[in-house]
Nanobody, 117 residues
Framework: QVQLVESGGGLVQAGGSLRLSCAAS????????MGWFRQASGKEREFVVF????????YYADSVKGRFTISRDNVKNTVYLQMNSLKAEDTAVYYC??????????WGKGTLVTVSS
């Protein structure tokens, strides 16, 4: 059974940093694309970034480019999101997602990031 568990969220002041983690279990982690999404209160869930299985390729939403960095450790079956220069508008629940080649996706339950201005 595939399971994704996010951690690392919390309250931080604007301009601060947080590192989120997403630990995967139940599958061969290195095979799959991993992504981070976020959903602010009252808004649609939006794409933040993804990383390929090898970690060679990444793609960021314009809103986080230059401030957020995704990485993965395929030994620890974990993907990370380093978030720097946080802004109030980054406040959201952050979710990780795993994509299988057959089109199936798995989501974690999310971790809340709150940025105070």
């Amino acid at each position: 059974q595939v399971q994704l568990v996010e951690s690392g969220g919390g309250l931080v002041q604007a301009g601060g940093s947080l590192r989120l983690s997403c630990a995967a279990s139940g599958l061969t982690f290195s095979t799959y694309i991993m992504g981070w999404f976020r959903q602010a209160s009252g808004k649609e869930r939006e794409f933040v970034v993804f990383i390929t299985g090898t970690g060679d390729n990444t793609y960021y939403a314009d809103s986080v480019k230059g401030r957020f960095t995704i990485s993965r450790d395929n030994v620890k079956n974990t993907v990370y999101l380093q978030m720097n220069s946080l802004k109030a508008e980054d406040t959201a629940v952050y979710y990780c997602r795993l994509d299988r080649p057959n089109g199936a996706s798995y989501w974690g339950k999310g971790t809340l990031v709150t940025v105070s201005s």
